[in-house]
């Protein structure tokens, strides 16, 4: 199965949180994808040239994934249904979406934010205690 990071792991990983590493070299072998979207995110918390670089050159590794337009049509979808009922935000449909698509489970701590959407798998990969 496709493992899809979402932003609040990505966030842990970057910042170094140990549990979050452990678990990513964990996945050795293992298809990983990062929505493009949530590139867009970590770029957009860069305070920096210098963070941003550090940032691109890390991302290298990794597969990034784009929705199609039809993807991003179902979006539109789960987002005008679910959006007052769930409090879904347009990148959280995306995300979501796109994990629909590709079979594939996104791990989040956030998984509220993804609940109202049709078929998704989240987990929570690892304990956080802070």
């Known amino acids: 199965m496709i493992i899809?990071?979402?932003?609040?792991?990505?966030?842990?990983?970057?910042?170094?949180?140990?549990?979050?590493l452990k678990w990513l070299d964990s996945l050795a072998g293992e298809e990983i994808v990062?929505?493009?979207?949530?590139?867009?995110?970590?770029?957009?918390?860069?305070?920096?040239?210098?963070?941003?670089?550090?940032?691109e050159g890390f991302l290298v590794g990794f597969e990034v994934a784009w929705p199609s337009p039809e993807i991003c049509d179902a979006a539109l979808r789960v987002f005008a249904r679910f959006r007052l009922s769930h409090g879904i935000g347009i990148l959280?449909?995306?995300?979501?979406?796109?994990?629909v698509s590709?079979?594939?489970c996104l791990y989040?701590?956030?998984q509220k934010h993804?609940?109202?959407i049709p078929g998704i798998m989240t987990n929570q990969p690892y304990v956080k205690d802070y």
């Open 4 to 20: 899809i990071l979402d932003t609040d792991i990505m966030i842990d990983v970057l910042r170094g949180y140990s549990p979050a």
């Open 34 to 55: 990062i929505p493009g979207f949530v590139v867009m995110e970590l770029i957009q918390g860069c305070r920096n040239r210098s963070e941003q670089e550090k940032l």
């Open 92 to 99: 959280d449909s995306l995300i979501g979406q796109l994990s």
């Open 102 to 104: 590709l079979n594939g």
């Open 108 to 110: 989040t701590f956030n």
């Open 114 to 116: 993804y609940s109202g």
